[in-house]
């Protein structure tokens, strides 16, 4: 079992910058690929950005040009650079772990280990 804890969640003013990190248990060169998500209030989970263990990458298209992810396999953490925030970014973020697919997906179905989450809070 892997286990998933995020960090770096906070309020910021829209136009800010945060930094998401997920410390994971197991190598996160082990799994095939990483993921954010986000919920917010009301509203279904969906994928904010993806990683394969090759490095391609994935990402919303509401997100696109602003966030970045990123994995330091050394520090078996998973980053999530937000930037240009806007007040509908507001959600819980979560990270995400795969060991069944070799592509950046945004398909939560085979992501089969979780976080807990961390707020982000965005105000206009």
């Known amino acids: 079992q892997v286990h998933l804890v995020e960090s770096g969640g906070g309020s910021v003013q829209s136009g800010g910058s945060l930094r998401l990190s997920c410390a994971a248990s197991a190598g996160t060169d082990t799994m095939y690929a990483m993921a954010w998500f986000r919920q917010a209030p009301g509203k279904e989970r969906e994928g904010v950005a993806a990683?394969?263990?090759?490095?391609?990458?994935r990402y919303a298209d509401s997100v696109k040009g602003r966030f970045t992810i990123s994995q330091d396999n050394a520090e078996n953490t998973l980053y999530l650079q937000m930037s240009s925030l806007k007040p509908e970014d507001t959600a819980i973020y979560y990270c995400?772990?795969?060991?069944?697919?070799?592509?950046?997906?945004?398909?939560?179905?085979?992501?089969?280990?979780w976080g807990q989450g961390t707020q982000v809070t965005v105000s206009s």
């Open positions: 990683i394969a263990n090759d490095g391609n990458t």
């Open positions: 995400a772990a795969s060991t069944i697919v070799l592509v950046p997906t945004l398909f939560a179905r085979v992501y089969k280990h």
